[in-house]
């Protein structure tokens, strides 16, 4: 990715240069078996989970994703593959934010604002909540969940996370 930090810093490495490295697993981050919605949200590279589990959504949930980046050249990288999930039924809209495409800088916590409605009926209705990306992403939609929750008088979204309807995985 253009200007990511990863991408940067590996490229910056010299050659044979030994890079260290860890796998974290996280086992609580699958694609749900039982839910009757899914809204994915990610930023940057936070997506590369969410295209494998839309690949093995068989069974067609409606899936929804919300990606953020910062143009719509980085998301050109997995436009063709997303497409070819929602024609086969497994992905069933995509909603993205780019944040240096315009003045006013538009993220996604601003798409899910716009959207909240759809939130707090997926979360009603036993849908699942799913975050990957960055901490500060996860911030902000964090805070804008609980906003919801109280505004709407739904349960704290603790209950909703005990319940395995907000599942994380931020870096």
Known sequence: HNLGLCSNHLNDVPMGTPIRGALVKNKGFHFP???????MISTGTGIAPFLGMLQ???SKVKTTLYWGGKDAPAFELYQNLLNEYAQEG???TIHTAFSQETEEKIYVQHLL????????QCLMN???IMLCGSINMQKDVIALLQHLCQSQSL???SYYQNKGQLLMDCY
Do not use: D, R, W
């Open 33 to 39: 078996k039982k839910a009757k919605e899914v809204i």
């Open 56 to 58: 093995y959504n068989m």
């Open 155 to 157: 349960k704290p979204l």
């Open 126 to 128: 036993g849908g699942v």
């Open 113 to 120: 604002q716009h959207h909240s409605t759809g939130l707090f």
């Open 90 to 92: 497994k992905l069933h």
